[in-house]
């Protein structure tokens, strides 16, 4: 990556004040309804005793990984009661096993053929919407009886059509998609701890 040369504070200021610009308008342009639908998705899961699986590659991994932390581990806490909540994008291992061995395409579908029982929830990240695995995990979701939720950015790509429910961010830059796909996990904690 090549380094970003400044003229001056001004310069640099403006580049600061536009991002944070640019993430309040994503922000803003968010769907109220879509994220209390998928809320009280994950309320029913967290009451009918079914799992979430989180996923996604990179950035939208390690937003899988924390918000799965939050959801298993912040609800317990704050209700008394066992969430089971589980990133897919967790073991390193178990990954890299099975791109090894069959292609990275198969990752998740693998561990979805594995895990996932009629009525539990898969949310699926990507910033694109287009990552093949990730689309592939979700395709199998659907036809194993899941509640699919995409979250995504840009037009939302091929996981806004696939997913049963989802969320777009009205963005295009992938830090800013991936800053909202954040917000909206603690959103979706915050709602589940104080309903």
């Known amino acids: 990556m090549g380094t970003i040369k400044m003229n001056g504070s001004n310069e640099k200021v403006s ?10 308008e994503a922000l803003q342009a968010l769907s109220e309804e879509a994220l209390l639908e998928i809320a009280d998705i994950l309320r029913r899961a967290h009451q009918e005793g079914k799992q979430v699986f989180l996923l996604g ?5 390690a937003n899988a990984t924390h918000i799965a932390e939050d959801l298993q581990k912040g609800v317990k806490e704050h209700t008394g009661r ?15 096993a099975w ?4 292609s990275y395409e198969q990752i998740f579908v693998e561990q979805i053929e594995s895990l996932v029982e009629p009525g539990d929830v898969v949310i699926a990240i990507s910033g694109s919407g287009n990552s093949p695995n990730v689309l592939r995990a979700v395709e199998k979701a659907n036809e194993m009886g ?39 996990g603690h959103i979706l904690y915050t709602y589940l701890v104080n309903i």
């Open 15 to 24: 580049i600061i004040q536009n991002y944070v610009k640019l993430l309040k």
């Open 57 to 61: 590659n990179g950035g939208s991994a």
């Open 82 to 96: 066992r969430f089971k909540v589980l990133s897919l994008a967790d073991s390193t291992p178990l990954i890299t």
């Open 99 to 102: 791109a090894n061995d069959t």
């Open 146 to 184: 899941a509640v699919t939720i995409g979250l995504t950015g840009f037009d939302g790509g091929k996981l806004a059509k696939t997913a049963q429910k989802s969320v777009v961010v009205a963005s295009d830059n992938m830090q800013r998609v991936e800053d909202v796909h954040l917000v909206i």
